[in-house]
């Protein structure tokens, strides 16, 4: 299951990912962003995978990023900070992080809360 919430007090996206994650799970989560105009332009993210359980491969990886690209058009920038506690987790966000990383969009893993938070409060939006 993927449930997201804004936390307006942090100006934050804060999303958990838990149990079983299909790729479609992750398809839909990425397509909501084009659909969504509620959040911030310039939008930073929290997701919380450490009760998560990918049930997709890294040949998935592709297919996200293309989604990923689309539903990102009308974003000036989206910064992602991945918590991650299973070495599968970890593996295929590490691999996710080498392909989807561009000018408006920046994703990085890490496994405690306070070191992504630290990584995205570096960006000055």
Do not use: G
Request: proline content about 2%; cysteine-free; charged content about 25%.
């Amino acid at each position: 299951m993927i449930a997201s919430t804004f936390n307006y007090e942090s100006n934050i996206l804060e999303t958990e990912f838990n149990n079983d994650i299909s790729s479609k799970d992750v398809i839909d989560y990425i397509s909501n962003f084009k659909k969504n105009t509620a959040y911030p332009r310039k939008l930073k993210s929290i997701v919380i995978a450490t009760d998560a359980n990918f049930k997709f491969s890294f040949k998935d990886l592709k297919s996200f990023n293309d989604v990923k690209i689309e539903s990102l058009k009308s974003y000036e920038i989206v910064m992602v900070a991945i918590i991650v506690s299973s070495p599968l987790t970890a593996a295929l966000s590490t691999l996710y992080e080498a392909i989807a990383n561009n000018k408006k969009y920046k994703f990085k893993v890490f496994s405690t809360r306070e070191a992504a938070q630290f990584w995205l409060d570096s960006f000055r939006v």
